[in-house]
């Protein structure tokens, strides 16, 4: 294998225009070879504004593809598990969108398959790779803020097109898989813990059938968690890590760039100041595929989020929505 993976995308979808792809593009070692998409016009226009070299109609072609080393898959989140077997039965490695499946059974299955493949098979959940959540996780361990007792979170904005993708249960739409699991993620990765109970209200659009809103809470062993997530709420997000000697409030904690800052805000008792850390300049989404690519070409050993994190994740998500 090269020095650089080649990567294959199934599907024109937004996160992979505007995001992924360019990340991808603008890495040290992966490029974009192949695009497909049903409607070919599409996979070409795509192709042409990425400088992509192949546009095709099939995702099984591309999976077959010797051009190819790597599948990233933006398509709806009921289609993931069934793209993420086909890409690692094909011989590919796979990066998948959020969430990954839809019931933490699924999960398990890909579990199973990455270790049968022998092949690389990660969630794409870029926060994890941005250095604000390591400067939170390390301020938690060095007890920067005491000790840790509560965390607060929200994630949401607006949209009630009934021809949305997000708002069609059938393809795994709803708040809580598209947006809710990102607090639940950051304070997972952040602790390092699992929560012990978990406690939701959800209200359903009777239009869609879809979840629109949700309250939640989680118990984890010395702190409680707890967040709202919304689609037909205008814009927010933020968390805040509350200890007994100081807090942190992480300003845009899932988009920085496009929500706001990359800052967090840390107030200390001891001082009685609060003083801003900037983190200026940083795309987590290409220190994500980064990190993916320098794990398919065997320059470190684990990914940075695992299979395994990804059932921790799911399962917190099917308690939500049980």
Aim: hydrophobic share 40%.
């Amino acid at each position: 294998m090269t020095e650089k993976i080649r990567w294959g995308v199934l599907g024109a979808a937004k996160i992979a225009d505007n995001f992924v792809v360019p990340a991808i593009q603008r890495s040290s070692n992966g490029r974009v070879t192949t695009v497909a998409s049903r409607d070919l016009d599409r996979a070409r226009a795509f192709a042409g504004r990425h400088s992509i070299d192949h546009a095709l109609t099939s995702y099984d072609a591309v999976i077959e593809s010797n051009d190819v080393d790597a599948i990233y898959i933006p398509l709806p989140t009921a289609s993931h598990v069934e793209w993420c077997r086909k890409a690692l039965l094909g011989g590919k490695h796979v990066l998948c969108e959020k969430p990954i499946a839809m019931n933490s059974a699924e999960v398990l299955e890909l579990i199973a398959l990455r270790d049968r493949t022998g092949l690389v098979c990660g969630e794409a959940f870029m926060v994890a790779h941005h250095p604000q959540w390591e400067f939170v996780r390390d301020s938690i361990a060095r007890g920067l803020l005491g000790e840790l007792t509560l965390i607060e979170g929200s994630f949401t904005y607006f949209n009630d097109d009934p021809n949305a993708l997000k708002n069609n249960p059938a393809l795994g739409g709803g708040g809580v898989r598209d947006i809710g699991v990102y607090p639940v993620v950051t304070t997972r990765l952040a602790t390092g813990l699992e929560p012990d109970r978990v406690h939701a209200e959800v209200e359903f659009d009777p239009r869609f059938g879809t979840d629109r809103f949700a309250r939640c809470t989680a118990g984890f062993p010395g702190f409680s968690m707890t967040f709202y997530c919304g689609t037909q709420l205008s814009r927010r997000q933020h968390m805040i890590f509350h200890g007994t000697k100081g807090w942190l409030s992480v300003d845009a904690p899932f988009n920085p760039g496009t929500y706001g800052l990359a800052q967090i805000r840390h107030r200390s008792d001891e001082t009685g100041q609060t003083r801003t850390i900037e983190f200026a300049d940083v795309d987590q989404y290409q220190l994500m595929v980064e990190d993916f690519a320098r794990t398919v070409l065997g320059q470190k050993m684990n990914l940075v989020f695992t299979l395994e994190n990804s059932l921790g994740n799911q399962r917190v998500i099917d308690q939500i929505l049980s």
